[in-house]
């Protein structure tokens, strides 16, 4: 039906084009033919004045001819399109001299030349050469003042005030008589350029040439100053503007404002704002936009919050650009928790935040807030009569899904609904999307039955969510179904359709059909990607087949289709873990010859391979080519089974330097990385720390109780504690001992790494405590005839002493581990 169509299609766009070929050009100034609509739209035509302009020759006769007549009906607009799309820069000017002569108000119009600097500076600078001058004056136009002040400003923005100020110093040769306007327009392009110096010789000229300044001469040196950092000066030129009767306004406090917070002085910035009310200037946005991030440049996170809260918390009210601004800043450096607070402060003041400042508000809220808190801010922004944006709700609603709490997820579900904010296919998408991550596949086909009620049909992306959700549920059969509601509805499967499908047959070990479904791709003319490829590989690998799926990826290579880190770690990995560390080296090798970068996971594998084989040494070199690569920053926790793998063949220097080299970069590294080492190596530091404090404790206990043992009376109660401690610790000890050994030694053989090291400080523990009691109970020792039942316990808790330090020394490093290994 669509081919039958075309035909139609392309004859009716064939008679739109002949229709217009017929208009005949116009060639006269009639008035008649100005006002006939339609050949005033045959002359807005821009690129039939740009190949006018081309003419070198009779370009402004032919304008005239074209669109002398249209032009006042036709106005500045279709001047400034006629700019738009004239490339050369020459050719922009001709246009501009041929748009002055009729009138005024199209040579000063901010629009044309605002257009005409841009052109001017983008495409190339246009000298000011005497053949110019002559074309110039040849069409019967002269350069005109507003025509050199356009071209002073591009000189300026292109570094060129040199020139100008050579051609300011020419202008009588033109013609031409020096004004406000032409001094203005050298000044800002001298400060534009650096030249401040030279801005204040032609300020200091204008009285001379009978020329005034006025606020725009004050404001551009304020503005050259401040650049420099001298805010003094500028402070100085403020004072003598209005000495001269100049009243400074909102650009002047605004540059005032940011050379304060350059220099460092915000105290000063904030009195300028003071001022401005003295004098019933109004900042403007960019004004409170530039204090903001000034104070946060000065002063840096936490004490530009600090200040700026308390500011904005003393006024009676709040401009809208001063919160927005703050609340971006406190995104920016990473301080959620201020955001939420100066929120939920200036709400409490009777605030109201628009949809877009709130939605950086719930941004932040999700890095720092519970679920529940977040809900509550949602609510009583609603509830306060805010009308949140489909960016919040969608972000809300993911992490309800992700929490598993679908019943506050439906909640906001149907405020979306009842808003109208799912009005496109896209946004149905979206939020299918969303559900279908949460596994909810029911209440995301819902969806789609309701996008289709409501007028919007699903396309191929709807269906390929729904595909992907179903096959990591491993749900095939529903999958099959929807791939037949997509061909149905018109559409072809694509990559992420067949990738889709052969992944959730490969979670459901049907790997045939897999195959099977991999081989049809070619029938439908879609070509295999990478990702295609690594679900087959990691499926083969998951099920022993690690030789089919080399062959795999020796296919691969053949069809021309570069693997990826994924594509070989799922190899390395399945050769690591039956103990073929041979062949996972030599996958390595071939892809790192291959031009694939290793990665974490891949050196991750490697290492704990080469070290449970004691092989350290191609284990270290192997970390120091992980230290030398360029791509990205080495692990820190890769470090700790080749410490650990020193460390059980005696090679305790080695493990020692590592773990300092360690330490030195778990320093440099990133957030997340340096609180998970810096945890492990605090937990067993200290716990090392605390068995040394328990040993040196048993010697004080020891030789303290010859002089605080029982010499004076006891009462039987602290004597019968002292017993029952005595004889509870040490058969703790025991055990404890027999515990460890069973449970972490055999049983449970990988949690040794835990459990060891807190039966080695329950042991010392358990010693300090028995030898102390032993100790007071026994006082004096020399004048006491010991029975041989308490010597044999003096003789048994020396051992528990010695096995303690044997645990201590020698022990504790061999089962020292982290919990990723």
């Not at 002359?43 to 001819?65: E, K, Q």
């Not at 490339?87 to 030349?113: E, I, K, M, N, T």
């Not at 609904?417 to 949460?438: E, P, Q, R």
């Amino acid at each position: 039906m669509r081919n039958r169509a075309l035909p139609n299609l392309l004859r009716s766009g064939a008679n739109r084009r002949r229709r217009r070929h017929q208009i005949p050009p116009k060639s006269n100034f009639s008035t008649k033919s100005a006002t006939n609509p339609s050949h005033t739209t045959a002359a807005a035509d821009p690129a039939l004045a740009a190949s006018i302009l081309s003419d070198d020759h009779h370009w402004f006769r032919r304008l005239n001819a074209e669109f002398a007549a249209a032009l006042p009906l036709l106005g500045p607009r279709f001047v400034v399109r006629a700019l738009l799309s004239t490339d050369p820069p020459l050719h922009c000017v001709r246009l501009y001299v041929w748009a002055s002569r009729f009138g005024a108000h199209f040579a000063r119009d901010g629009a044309v030349r605002r257009a005409l600097v841009d052109a001017l500076w983008r495409r190339g600078p246009v000298v000011l050469s005497p053949r110019l001058v002559a074309e110039v004056r040849g069409c019967g136009c002269e350069i005109s003042e507003e025509l050199l002040c356009v071209f002073i400003e591009s000189w300026g923005k292109l570094g060129l005030a040199g020139y100008a100020h050579e051609v300011f110093v020419q202008m009588p040769r033109l013609g031409l008589r020096t004004s406000t306007p032409v001094y203005n327009a050298l000044i800002a392009a001298s400060v534009r350029s650096g030249a401040v110096d030279a801005a204040y010789l032609r300020f200091q000229q204008m009285p001379a040439d009978g020329c005034r300044p006025d606020c725009f001469t004050y404001n551009s040196l304020v503005h050259g100053v401040c650049r420099r950092g001298i805010v003094d000066e500028a402070v100085r030129l403020v004072r003598q503007m209005e000495g001269e009767g100049i009243r400074p306004n909102v650009f002047t406090y605004t540059m005032l404002v940011d050379g304060f917070c350059n220099a460092g002085r915000v105290e000063d910035a904030v009195r300028v704002l003071d001022r401005m009310k003295e004098k019933s200037v109004a900042p403007s946005e960019a004004t409170y936009r530039t204090m903001v991030h000034g104070v946060f440049r000065c002063l840096g996170g936490d004490k530009a919050y600090k200040m700026l809260s308390e500011w904005l918390g003393c006024g009676p009210s709040v401009h809208p650009s001063a919160c927005q601004t703050l609340l971006y800043c406190l995104s920016k450096n990473a301080m959620e928790k201020e955001a939420v607070e100066f929120v939920k402060k200036m709400s409490a003041r009777g605030y109201f935040f628009d949809s877009t400042t709130f939605s950086i508000v719930m941004s932040c809220g999700l890095k720092c807030l519970e679920v529940s808190d977040l809900c509550e801010l949602l609510d009583a922004f609603i509830k306060n009569g805010g009308n949140p944006g489909f960016d919040v709700y969608i972000m809300i609603i993911k992490t309800l899904l992700r929490c598993k709490n679908f019943s506050k997820a439906n909640h906001y579900l149907g405020h979306m609904v009842l808003k109208g904010l799912l009005s496109s296919v896209t946004s149905y998408n979206m939020v299918i999307d969303c559900l279908v991550k949460a596994g909810a596949l029911d209440k995301a086909e819902e969806f789609v039955k309701e996008m289709q009620v409501k007028g919007f049909l699903p396309n191929l992306v709807t269906f390929n969510t729904l595909i992907s959700g179903y096959s990591k549920l491993g749900n095939v059969h529903n999958a099959k179904v929807v791939l037949k509601m997509l061909m149905e509805h018109g559409f072809m499967p694509d990559i992420i359709t067949f990738t889709s499908l052969i992944d959730g047959l490969c979670h459901t070990h049907q790997l045939d059909d897999a195959f099977v479904c991999f081989d049809e791709m070619a029938e439908w003319g879609v070509q295999p990607t990478a990702q295609t490829y690594n679900v087959l590989m990691h499926a083969l690998c998951s099920v022993g087949h690690v030789n089919k799926a080399v062959d795999l990826l020796n296919k691969m290579k053949i069809d021309g289709i570069t693997p990826d880190a994924y594509s070989f770690n799922a190899l390395i990995l399945s050769f690591c873990r039956m103990r073929k560390v041979d062949k996972a080296q030599s996958i390595f090798n071939a892809m790192v010859k291959f031009g694939v970068v290793p990665d974490s996971y891949t050196y991750n594998s490697l290492i704990k391979a080469l070290c449970a084989e004691r092989r350290v040494n191609e284990a270290k070199e192997l970390l120091h080519a992980r230290e030398c690569s360029s791509c990205s920053t080495s692990n820190n926790q890769l470090y700790w089974p080749v410490v650990c793998a020193l460390t059980k063949v005696g090679r305790f220097s080695e493990a020692g330097d590592l773990m300092n080299k360690s330490f030195s970069r778990n320093t440099q590294s990133s957030c997340g990385s340096k609180q998970i080492i810096e945890s492990e190596v605090a937990v067993q530091w200290s716990e090392t720390r605390q068995q040394l404090l328990l040993i040196v404790t048993v010697f004080a206990l020891l030789a303290g109780a010859t002089a605080l043992g029982p010499s004076s009376p006891i009462a039987d109660a602290m004597l019968t504690a002292v017993k029952a401690a005595h004889l509870l610790c040490f058969s703790t000890f025991w055990g404890v001992t027999i515990w460890a050994i069973i449970i972490g030694g055999i049983i449970m053989f990988k949690m040794r790494g835990k459990v060891f090291p807190v039966c080695f400080t329950v042991n010392v523990a358990c010693t300090v405590t028995s030898a102390a009691a032993f100790a007071w109970l026994n006082c004096p020792w020399p004048a006491a005839v010991a029975p041989l039942a308490e010597c044999r316990q003096l003789v048994v808790l020396l051992a528990a002493a010695g096995f303690d330090l044997a645990n201590l020394l020698i022990f504790t490093p061999w089962t020292l581990e982290v919990s990723d290994y």
